[in-house]
């Protein structure tokens, strides 16, 4: 550790910063040495010299963020420099969620693809990988600033095998889905999604997805999943996602955990209460948005639920993209449910959630931090730029929530931890060199519901895999992310 006396040069030493290394343990002072893309050393450096040398006294290093659940499937491809997300933090992202990934290629209806698919894409364009094989290629052709890795959506699967979305599939339909599956898992997808809340996978049984899920046990990969509910019968919801969990084996992911609808809530106390006790039988987790909105596509069940709406995208109607769709109803001189009619395909933020309930279920252990932010929406929730420096400034020095420690330990090593990403999320020596250098009094979100594209303040400086990839508050341009395997 120590390397005050030796005359190692590294190519980047990073000097006197507060070290928070992801494990949760208390911070330390200490030098941190960075050599052909991994963490050389980290100790009393005093001796050692680099090619670059960063003055970080007074500053905070932790590992790079880990983004549990985005939707980042298209834009690692689009606008590779990945600038929402390293200008957080963020080093790696988890794609694929919800049940939609952007590969296998899904059929177009009427030339584009089918609700909630169009959150990836709206043209179809990008919809070009046969096989998961093909896009995992593609993004390893062309990468990001950030690492990835990446889940087969079941909602894809459905739309492919199946004639009609609106029923139960059939044995053979789950037998070619389940082909679609294995062919994911041996390409190097983490595991499988679910977006059973939305209309093209409602209709799916529970057995159903079972039985397309089967390939995740050889391999142990993960099964993520957008409950059913989050509402009224949101316990049942999580005893069905157990179930799959338990009859295949895998670790459960329980995404963007939330209790909705005035009536629902405080009950963040009793799912809790559940996911914790199952957590002892079976495993186990959950991630979360530090935000009482959500945000997806616009429809009627949601809208109703909600206590404001705010149109996130239109492609009938673009120039009310930003507003209230209370306002945007009497400019249209119709009710809410026909605005919502006359805007189709769209997007939309739903306030439906309680702020004790949000914190309550932040602050419980297990809980890793996503964003599942939408980087195509023309205006988007402000979590997709937001998301970590929220948690550091507004829940950790605003409000005590939890210690800076724990708050990153939720950003980094948890998450790599269940996500099975090997030598992410610490720092340590011999691991890659995924590293933020911060301001720990400074660091808080700037991205707000009026203005929702804004870099947060006190990040200083972004390495992925030791190239920086935000500096001087813009992206570099380097882009040396690469696809992640899980290591159960």
């Not at 606008?79 to 988890?94: E, N, Y």
């Not at 990835?148 to 079941?154: E, I, S, T």
């Not at 890793?368 to 929406?377: A, E, R």
Request: charged share 20%; net charge negative.
């Amino acid at each position: 550790m120590n390397d005050s006396r030796g005359g190692n040069t590294y190519d980047i030493l990073i000097r006197g910063a507060e070290v928070v290394d992801g494990t949760g343990t208390p911070r330390y002072t200490a030098d941190l040495a960075i050599a052909g893309g991994l963490i050389a050393r980290i100790g009393d450096l005093s001796g050692a010299r680099g090619r670059e040398e960063v003055a970080a006294q007074g500053l905070t290093l932790t590992p790079g963020f880990i983004d549990a659940h985005t939707h980042d499937d298209r834009v690692m491809l689009s606008d590779g420099g990945m600038a929402a997300k390293v200008s957080q933090g963020v080093t790696t992202v988890i794609g694929g969620n919800c049940g939609i990934s952007l590969a296998p290629m899904p059929p177009l209806r009427d030339g584009v693809p089918v609700p909630p698919l169009d959150l990836l894409d709206g043209s179809g364009r990008w919809y070009r990988y046969p096989r998961f094989r093909d896009y995992l290629d593609g993004l390893r052709a062309q990468p990001a600033a950030t690492n990835c890795a990446m889940l087969v959506g079941h909602t894809n699967l459905r739309v492919i095998e199946m004639d009609d979305i609106g029923r139960p599939a059939t044995d053979s339909e789950v037998l070619r889905m389940r082909a679609h599956v294995e062919e994911a898992m041996e390409a190097g997808a983490i595991g499988v999604s679910t977006g059973l809340a939305y209309a093209p996978s409602a209709a799916a049984t529970i057995e159903e997805v079972i039985e397309v899920c089967r390939p995740l046990s050889a391999r142990q990969g993960l099964y993520c999943t957008h409950m059913r509910d989050e509402g009224d019968t949101v316990m049942e919801s999580l005893e069905e996602s157990f179930r799959v969990g338990r009859e295949l084996g895998v670790p459960v992911v329980i995404s963007h955990h939330k209790v909705v609808g005035m009536a629902n809530h405080g009950r963040s106390v009793e799912t809790l209460a559940r996911i914790s006790a199952q957590m002892k039988r079976q495993a186990i987790c959950l991630d979360c948005y530090p935000y009482n909105a959500s945000s997806t596509i616009l429809t009627h069940d949601l809208v109703d639920g909600a206590s404001r709406v705010i149109v996130t995208w239109s492609r009938t109607l673009p120039q009310y993209t930003g507003r209230d769709l209370d306002e945007v109803a009497r400019e249209l001189g119709c009710g809410l449910h026909e605005a919502v009619d006359r805007l189709q395909p769209a997007g939309a933020i739903y306030f439906r959630m309680d702020d004790a309930d949000v914190q309550r279920i932040l602050q419980f252990d297990e809980t890793m931090i996503g964003s599942d932010g939408l980087p195509h929406d023309e205006k988007p929730h402000p979590r997709l730029w937001g998301t970590f420096p929220r948690v550091l400034g507004h829940y950790v020095r605003g409000l005590g929530l939890f210690a800076l420690e724990k708050a990153v330990h939720k950003m980094t090593g948890l998450t790599a931890a269940r996500f099975g990403l090997a030598g992410r999320g610490v720092l340590r020596e011999g691991a890659p060199a995924d590293v933020v250098l911060l301001d720990a009094g400074r660091v808080e979100d700037r991205a707000t519901f009026a203005q929702p594209v804004a870099a947060s303040a006190g990040i200083h400086t972004v390495w992925t895999n030791g190239q920086a990839v935000w500096r001087n508050g813009q992206p570099t341009g380097a882009r040396p992310g690469q696809v992640l395997h899980r290591t159960p």
